[in-house]
């Protein structure tokens, strides 16, 4: 990998989530001397555990965050074209009764009691409808189609639906890989000259003589060293607060508020590709979405998290919320047996003083602070679909400090191994498959999906899987494994199947054990050739 020698750098950022390499992917590709450093892997917080959709949030509108949703709404085929292995469009099926009845408090809610009290503790028909309109109307959509209404009496759409439910409404968002999409940034960062560092720890960072001196410390070895800055960029997320008051203490009024959002995995609940939104009688909605070929995923709560370095785990609580929500539409109930893994995480919101988690805003603010020396910009907030837009943002406030820095360039620019139409992924899998024929049907989508054109990098030239060295199981084998701590910062097993890919859920405990146990003498061997 790439990196930089300079005892200065001009931009130092701390955290490896979507912000902070969205961030120093825009600012590498600008021309601007970057590193990051991440206190665990990549991806290791927030930015794996979403619930995995490009969405404009069309629950926003009830909260008429109209500015988040259209730029959100925008970015999703923006976001599609420079990543078409990891992201892809999806159909949503909203099933609509007029007897469901939610006691959900938003402004819009609150004004219908109001204006028509008869309707309480509903969301008309007419009010869905015209959600979708302005969700198909807001972004300027060119590629994903337009909502229709289905009879789920009459469709494989309704079979897995409780009868009571004849229509539905199905409308338009994409999902995405959303930890392979903090990778391939800090990739595409790392080819433009910025420096990746993880397991990498801030200790402290203070001013000193118009530049950031920050100590780190290498977690693997312990060994620390000082590195210098022209700025700092704190995209902590979860961690932003404490950065401010712990690590580079500054005063500042600017808080998060986090919030933690709670996932189960089920086995395949139903046959096709399309995924639900169920509307809850709380006022909350979930996805059920198809997940990984065999399993459906389920989320998401809003949980108040009390302190970033406490664990978010699903509790038993919001695992029994998920299963009674998502009871209430299908005909055949599902139990705790069904669940075959749960994941959770803090999404780091700003604190907008909202009265609940649920009604707390999901857009951004970026604040720089340059009173007294060399400045730090602070990033609240965000949602995964809009980093792109928050990575720009960022660099117009970044900007002014580097003059003759270039402007806006990432729109539509591909991420690597995204190199081809946003339309042309069957092609790729069918031709990969001709050309490497011992590759079975899910083994090769598997690698597309994952790395794109790169597919073609790990496999090379083999003739059969035993000239990839050994098997791991679940279609991962040792070429691939290295190939992702060559190219993609991986040290451990829980980095390789759990957010570079999710064969987590194909592998045993013994597997995974093997796999740790594998890497451990890779790594052990590769610092030993690195010191002769």
């Known amino acids: 990998m790439s990196g930089q020698n300079s005892d200065i750098c001009d931009l130092f950022v701390i955290g490896g989530g979507i912000n902070g390499c969205g961030i120093a992917r825009d600012a590498a590709g600008r021309g601007l001397s970057v590193k990051l450093a991440e206190m665990n892997d990549l991806a290791s917080a927030t930015s794996s555990a979403s619930t995995k959709l490009f969405h404009g949030g069309l629950r926003y509108l009830e909260y008429f965050e109209i500015r988040l949703v259209r730029h959100a709404l925008a970015e999703r085929e923006t976001l599609l074209r420079a990543m078409p292995h990891i992201s892809w469009p999806m159909r949503f099926v909203l099933p ?30 007419w009010l869905i409808r015209f959600g979708l309109f302005l969700y198909d109307s807001l972004g300027g959509r060119k590629i994903l189609p337009a909502t229709k209404t289905l009879d789920l009496k009459n469709s494989v759409e309704g079979a897995p639906i409780d009868d009571k439910f004849e229509k539905a409404y199905e409308y338009s968002d994409c999902w995405i890989e959303d930890s392979r999409l903090v990778v391939l940034n800090a990739r595409d960062a790392d080819q433009r000259g910025a420096e990746i560092l993880v397991r990498t720890r801030v200790i402290s960072a203070a001013r000193i003589d118009d ?44 808080g998060v508020r986090l919030v933690r959002g709670s996932h189960i995995v089920t086995r395949r609940l139903y046959d096709h590709d399309k995924c639900y939104f169920f509307q809850g009688t709380d006022g909350r909605i979930i996805f059920a979405i198809p997940y990984e070929t065999d399993f459906t995923l389920i989320g998401t709560t809003d949980a108040e998290h009390t302190a970033p370095d406490k664990k978010p785990e699903c509790s038993p609580e919001e695992r029994d919320y998920l299963i009674t929500f998502v009871n209430q539409y299908l005909k055949k109930d599902i139990s705790t047996d069904d669940v075959v893994w749960s994941y959770s995480g803090v999404r780091p919101l700003y604190d907008d003083g909202a009265s609940s988690a649920t009604a707390a805003t999901r857009d951004y603010t970026l604040k720089v602070d340059d009173a007294a020396g060399a400045p730090i910009l602070n990033v609240f907030g965000g949602k995964i679909t809009t980093y792109r837009k928050l990575a720009e943002d960022a660099m117009e406030k970044i900007v002014p400090f580097f003059p003759g820095t270039s402007g806006h360039w990432t729109a539509g620019v591909p991420l690597p191994g995204g190199d081809f139409p946003v339309d042309g992924f069957d092609a790729l899998v069918t031709k990969l498959s001709a050309d490497y024929p011992f590759l079975s049907a899910f083994w090769a989508r598997r690698l597309v999906r994952a790395y794109g054109t790169d597919a073609r990098g790990i496999l090379q030239d083999a003739s059969d899987a035993d000239a990839l060295g050994r098997d791991f199981g679940a279609t991962l084998t040792e070429r691939e494994v290295l190939w992702l701590m060559k190219n993609e910062y991986a040290r451990t097993a829980a980095d390789v199947v759990w957010r570079r890919n999710k064969l987590g859920l194909r592998l045993s405990a013994e597997e995974i054990a093997a796999l740790d146990a594998f890497m451990t003498s890779a790594r052990t061997e590769q610092q030993a050739k690195a010191a002769e």
Do not use: C
């Open 96 to 125: 609509y009764h007029q007897d469901m009845r939610f006691e959900g408090d938003t402004p819009t809610s609150r004004i219908l009691n109001v204006v028509m009290p008869w309707m309480k503790g509903r969301r008309p028909a």
């Open 211 to 254: 530049l950031w001196e920050i100590t780190v410390e290498d977690r693997d070895t312990g060994e620390t060293r000082t590195l210098r800055a022209r700025m700092l960029v704190n995209a902590g997320g979860p961690w932003v607060g404490d950065i401010i008051q712990e690590k580079v203490r500054i005063n500042s009024t600017e």
